[in-house]
């Protein structure tokens, strides 16, 4: 005779309480998933804050402390160099300390490096505090995702994920907006000073977030861990094969290092997350973000107007990411890229052609707004939020830390690297030329979707992992 299932017997009542909180319409396990979503994906917000912050004040911090073209350069890319460290480190402390107590530190650096950016003296104060601000962004751009990926079903999974992109473009909003009012002013600190106060309230609202059950599990804390998940599946049984799924891949242990010497198929797949974090940067988004105001200048805009573009541009990268958050699961991760690169790289080429003919009319100036628009779009729905979410479903168990870990490394590295050379680049091969060089990297990505990334919707980490160390090629690895 069979025994019942404890897990069952034990939930007997929830289930109950929540078949009869259904009848009333309110889904009460849902709503909790999409709060924990939101909070989590505050990290999101705090780091658009960071990006964003930079583009309506460098012009005022330059003149106050007469900061060379090179100077403002590594003003805008030491965050990056502060997020490739924290990247390094963010597997360490993800495994050790837990996705959640990551989260508050990364949380509790924000508000240290939001103050401290307020209150420098100096180039090289600012730089030492942009730094800061980047050991928590590059924290966090590796733990957000890897704990919504944790938390959430297979059904939701992507977008989950991309909820931290959405914040991301809801946080360079907001910093835009903030920019331009305090533009009118010139108080360039108090536009790096406002990002201090949902920091904190990160800090506030992380600390009320469950735990991972992954890495409770990893931790031999297995009781809690099936707490967590009852409370988070509406299902018991959903939550209990979940359980043991998670148990199946934690018989073996993280040892990326030695797979990454051993074993090549991992090695592929480090390889495609390297190559998607590179994609994602090197396809201009961040050319945009931080430098908006001196594009815009280039095409003939005066001061007050550069920032109310700009706000503008922010606004729609905002919206345009739910697209990617409502079809993600819907439509699939390919189809979706192949839009957004094409966009992209047409986009850009347009523009870079307007740029080579001159900015002679308001209509030409008009029309440069909307092309940088419709780039945004571009990115906001495809590789913003999918690079995320396929960098935390393609690398297998064994070397997940890792892989992550240093994909997450290579975006912010090639985002220094963007934002370091972006004014040189303009001042060697021009504007247009410039604009044209991303236009080409677009087109490229575009061949390499189609070469290297597979379909990842709808299917299980576990079966993916399969596929990949059995050899099969990259695209195959999904549907």
Request: proline content about 3%; hydrophobic content about 55%; charged content about 15%.
């Amino acid at each position: 005779m069979r025994r019942p299932c404890p897990i069952m017997n034990a939930q007997t009542d929830q289930s109950t309480i929540t078949q009869d909180v259904d009848s009333t319409g309110f889904d009460a396990t849902n709503f909790k998933m999409i709060v924990i979503g939101v909070v989590a994906a505050l990290a999101g917000l705090m780091s658009g804050l960071d990006i964003g912050v930079v583009a309506g004040a460098l012009d005022f911090f330059a003149k106050r402390y007469h900061a060379s073209m090179l100077a403002q350069e590594w003003v805008v890319s030491a965050m990056m160099a502060g997020a490739a460290v924290g990247a390094l480190g963010a597997g360490w402390l993800s495994h050790s300390l837990g996705r959640k107590r990551s989260l508050i530190l990364g949380a509790a650096v924000f508000v240290v490096g939001s103050v401290g950016c307020a209150l420098c003296w100096s180039v090289p104060s600012m730089m030492f505090f942009r730094v800061i601000m980047g050991l928590a962004v590059g924290l966090s751009a590796f733990t957000a995702p890897l704990y919504l990926s944790e938390i959430a079903s297979e059904e939701t999974r992507g977008a989950m994920v991309s909820t931290y992109q959405l914040m991301v473009t809801v946080g360079i909003f907001i910093a835009f907006l903030s920019n331009t009012y305090f533009s009118y002013s010139g108080d360039w600190r108090w536009m790096f000073g406002v990002a201090a106060i949902p920091a904190a309230l990160f800090l506030v609202g992380v600390t009320f977030l469950p735990y991972s059950p992954r890495w409770l599990i990893i931790q031999g804390r297995h009781k809690e861990a099936r707490e967590v998940l009852l409370s988070l599946r509406d299902d018991p049984l959903v939550a209990a094969q979940e359980i043991r799924a998670i148990r199946e891949q934690l018989e073996v242990r993280q040892h990326g290092m030695q797979l990454l010497r051993e074993n090549p198929n991992f090695r592929r797949s480090l390889a495609l997350g390297v190559m998607l974090q590179a994609m994602q940067q090197l396809a201009g988004i961040n050319i945009i973000m931080y430098y908006a105001p001196h594009i815009l200048e280039k095409a003939g805009f005066d001061a007050t107007s550069q920032m109310w573009c700009t706000a503008i541009i922010g606004l729609v990268n905002m919206l345009a990411t739910f697209i990617a958050v409502g079809l993600v699961d819907k439509w699939g991760r390919k189809p979706i890229l192949y839009i957004g690169f094409t966009v992209m790289a047409l986009g850009m080429a347009a523009l870079a052609t307007l740029l080579a003919h001159g900015m002679n009319s308001q209509a030409s100036q008009l029309l440069a707004v909307f092309l940088l628009l419709i780039f945004c779009t571009g990115f906001a729905m495809s590789a913003g939020p999918l690079m995320w979410v396929l960098c935390s479903e393609i690398q297998p168990m064994q070397g997940r830390d890792l892989g992550i870990a240093l994909s997450t490394l290579t975006n912010w590295v090639t985002n220094m690297i963007v934002g370091a050379s972006f004014l040189t680049l303009m001042t060697t091969i021009g504007t247009a030329g410039t604009f044209w060089l991303f236009a080409a990297f677009n087109a490229v990505f575009v061949v390499l979707t189609y070469l290297f990334v597979p379909e990842t919707k709808g299917m299980s980490l576990d079966v993916m992992e399969k596929r990949l160390l059995s050899g099969t090629k990259l695209r195959e690895l999904g549907r």
